[in-house]
């Protein structure tokens, strides 16, 4: 039997979205973003894990195959729905950074100051093309630091053992409706309502 990809609850109704987030998207944003592109990419997820039972391993080759595009297609949209649980785990709160002690402390270590942490990550996410992500990712398995790291579309650019602890969704879809090519308005109001809460508790189970 195929494995089943679950699409993850947000930590707010979808009403409560509209409120908790209408500084940093519209209220139609928050409904679009998470029931069609966030659920789409859970839906293909599953498509592909019963494409993938049935998929000739034999005919598998560099140009194309149909377990080649299915195995290509997997990366994408886990990339898209992991990381779109972390967006929306990490929005809807008021910006305070005392309410994440440990990992605002670790972030400090790291940057020399949260406001050299914030200036670097928000010319990390804006710096993406067209379509792509800013995130915050613990670097597990290899320097064990926190580095702001830049990846397009989903995964161009992802590190190898890398745990994102913020995610910063640029693709054009998240903004647009609220801010047009207003990107460094969404970054600065995405920052201005992260959780520190639910970040410090992301911190503490993938990190110390």
């Known amino acids: 039997m195929a494995y089943e990809w ?44 019963k494409g993938l039972e049935s998929a000739d391993r034999d005919a598998a080759n560099g140009n194309y195959s149909e ?40 972030i400090e270590k790291e940057f020399g100051s949260f406001e050299n942490w914030k200036k670097d990550f928000k010319a990390t996410a804006f710096s993406a093309k067209l379509s792509g992500w800013g995130l915050l990712v613990f670097d597990k398995l290899y320097s064990g630091r926190l580095l702001n790291v830049l990846v397009d579309e989903h995964q161009y650019g992802a590190i190898w053992g890398g745990v994102p602890l913020i ?6 879809h998240a903004y647009y409706h609220k801010d047009g090519p207003g990107r460094a308005v969404y970054i600065d109001n995405f920052l201005d309502n992260l959780h520190w809460g639910r970040i410090n508790e992301y911190y503490l189970k993938y990190v110390k």
Do not use: M
């Open 67 to 106: 377990i080649g595009e299915l195995k290509r297609r997997l990366t994408w949209n886990h990339s898209g729905a992991l990381l779109h649980d972390i967006y929306w785990q990490v929005l809807g709160g008021d910006g305070d950074p005392s309410k994440g002690p440990e990992v605002v402390a670790a």
């Open 6 to 49: 679950k699409f993850a609850k947000r930590p707010y109704s979808d009403e409560e979205a509209k409120e908790l987030l209408k500084q940093v998207v519209s209220g139609e944003t928050t409904d679009w973003h998470y029931n069609k592109h966030h659920k789409g990419y859970v839906t293909a997820l599953n498509t592909i894990e």
């Open 167 to 172: 995610a910063c969704d640029v693709f054009e």
